[in-house]
């Protein structure tokens, strides 16, 4: 078969499973399945080769992600009914203060909370974001909203454990290590740079608060109950509320929970994730100057250290809430983590289709002059992909599979393929996707005050995020 014929049935494949999505409102697993169909019977590989490209490609990447995206979601599953992000975010208050509130909570939530499922970390961060914006004085809601859409999104494409981060990693066959400390030398300066630049923005007039602000919705909460503002119980009512725990009296049993919770120390909480995290990089060390210590080596494979961090989690949450809500956070881990798995394992299979098709020869040779052109090119698939379909983790596994095979052809390092599909699948987050909606009704905006806050914000961060990589792809 031609070249350009295997280039047109890939896009049509892809283009079927867009239209699939969007117009008809076909799931993306059914979707992206009958597109690798189309794709493997259209260039020839016949019945056959198309099922077992199919099938082993979704085997292959579930190999080597899957318990890793098992034991990312899990953990964070059982670290909400720690207490551990709410009182995290009130140690980052009383550190740093108000004025640097949006830097920290970002940052925090870019990195170290990327264990925590999207939609779980936003319910229960939203509500402590929203009651804390007025600290930071003028266009406080604005800041906070902005800060927490692009931590939130960065954080699941670029930093590991994030889902997008491991789905990409496994999907490249990067070392989980690698795209460890490649995902923090880069969320890092995206995240300042791109709050930096919408304060810029909101500070010139750009934030409007009698329109972009949902001033209905912060009413009606306020006359729940009037709490101080520095109040524990305050808090709680609002994370139990919002992220739909118990939402019983604090007094009793719960209250004694409640302080006990309290007097655990924030770093125990959160030490069995940190440890995980520093295995995992350690690991990466000794790969990348070739250093023999096969015990660090083993703790380091990054299965066994999240399994450490997973134990370390159990146990630690078992001492805080009791054994009953650990089974309950991992019975919740257990569906979060299931359509998660699906996707990526989907995903893997288009890849591994678009890979037999012979895709990969082909721009191979388009792209032998240049890394750059491949990075923009998979950032703008990625982009038009979230565009249409609005799901970042979908757009950005299908735009690195495509351009996955030109990756060893043209000695690209397959880490910034990885980032670069993370980057594109930040642009345009709009009305087809849910987070837009959570953000917009937990953080108290319009539609119009979320199009800024969130479309543009992460918008900007994914323009930030590819201007940043194009000088890594020079350097490594």
Avoid at 13 to 38: D, G, K, M
Avoid at 47 to 52: G, M, N, P, R, Y
Avoid at 58 to 81: P, R, T
Wanted: glycine share 10%; net charge neutral.
């Amino acid at each position: 078969m031609s070249d350009i014929a295997v280039l047109i049935n890939t896009a049509v494949a892809v283009l079927a499973a867009v239209l699939l999505i969007v117009r008809f409102r076909v799931n993306p697993v059914i979707s992206l399945t009958l597109a690798s169909v189309y794709l493997g019977l259209a260039v020839g590989l016949g019945v056959e080769e198309t099922v077992k490209t199919i099938t082993g490609g979704f085997g292959e990447i579930m190999v080597d992600v899957g318990l890793l995206i098992a034991f990312g979601v899990l953990m964070g599953s059982i670290l909400n009914q720690s207490g551990a992000i709410r009182r995290l975010v009130e140690h980052l208050l009383k550190t740093f203060g108000p004025k640097r509130l949006p830097y920290t909570m970002g940052l925090a939530i870019g990195t170290l909370l990327q264990s925590i499922f999207l939609d779980v970390l936003l319910v229960i961060s939203a509500p402590l974001a929203r009651k804390l914006a007025p600290k930071i004085g003028k266009l406080g809601a604005a800041r906070m909203a902005t800060a927490m859409a692009i931590a939130l999104e960065c954080g699941i494409v670029f930093t590991v454990p994030g889902v997008a981060s491991l789905a990409l990693a496994g999907l490249l066959n990067v070392p989980l290590g690698k795209m460890l400390l490649f995902g923090l030398l880069l969320v890092i300066p995206t995240i300042i740079i791109s709050i930096g630049i919408m304060t810029f923005l909101f500070r010139r007039g750009f934030w409007n608060e009698a329109k972009d602000e949902d001033h209905t919705f912060v009413a009606e909460e306020d006359s729940e109950g009037e709490e101080p503002a520095n109040s524990g119980r305050g808090v709680q009512h609002a994370e139990s509320t919002t992220a739909g725990q118990d939402t019983q009296p604090i007094g009793g049993t719960v209250a004694v929970a409640e302080r006990e919770r309290k007097d655990k120390p924030l770093i125990v909480l959160f030490a069995p994730l940190l440890t995980s995290l520093v295995l995992i990089g350690a690991g990466a060390i000794l790969e990348i100057f070739e250093m023999d210590i096969p015990w660090l080596q083993l703790l380091g494979e990054p299965i066994i250290a999240l399994l450490i961090g997973l134990i370390g989690t159990c146990l630690v949450t078992r001492a805080t809430v009791g054994q009953k809500k650990v089974e309950e956070a991992i019975t919740v881990g257990f569906k979060e983590s299931g359509q998660i798995l699906i996707l990526t394992g989907v995903g893997g299979s288009l890849a591994a289709t678009v890979k037999a098709a012979g895709l990969g020869d082909i721009l191979g040779g388009f792209f032998s002059a240049s890394t750059v052109a491949p990075l923009l090119v998979v950032w703008a698939i990625a982009a038009v992909l979230h565009i249409a379909v609005g799901s970042v983790t979908l757009s950005a596994i299908t735009a690195a599979g495509l351009l996955a095979p030109i990756a060893p052809a043209i000695g690209l390092d397959p880490v910034l393929l990885a980032l670069a599909a993370g980057a594109g699948s930040l642009f345009m987050v709009h009305v087809t996707s849910n987070t837009f909606w959570l953000l917009q009704s937990l953080l108290g905006q319009s539609v119009r005050g979320a199009l800024k806050s969130v479309t543009v914000g992460v918008s900007v961060a994914s323009v930030v995020a590819i201007l940043l990589i194009l000088p890594m792809s020079l350097l490594f």
